[in-house]
């Protein structure tokens, strides 16, 4: 979707939302959540973050073998017996 339709898009949907009371109160919240900047510490470590990156490196360059879902299910049901 191109720039200028999707701004249109989201005019029109404020239009619908502005004569909502309930739903303008929730876009007041998403609007507060998106200018609020707290600067409270992650509950993940910055070290985790990293390791979470490289790891899905190795993944997307096939350096390690990931399951599917269907796999992990499989496995737990196997295992665990649900």
């Not at 390791?51 to 295992?79: F, N």
Request: aromatic share 10%; no cysteine; hydrophobic share 30%.
């Amino acid at each position: 979707m191109e720039s200028i339709e999707l701004r249109n898009k989201i005019i029109n949907q404020f239009q619908e939302f502005i004569e909502d009371d309930s739903k303008l109160n929730i876009l007041d919240g998403v609007f507060d959540a998106m200018t609020t900047t707290n600067n409270v510490d992650s509950l993940v470590s910055e070290e985790h973050y990293k390791i979470v990156e490289e790891r899905y490196q190795k993944k997307v360059k096939g350096e390690t073998k990931g399951k599917s879902w269907d796999e992990v299910k499989l496995d737990l049901k196997q295992k665990y017996g649900f």
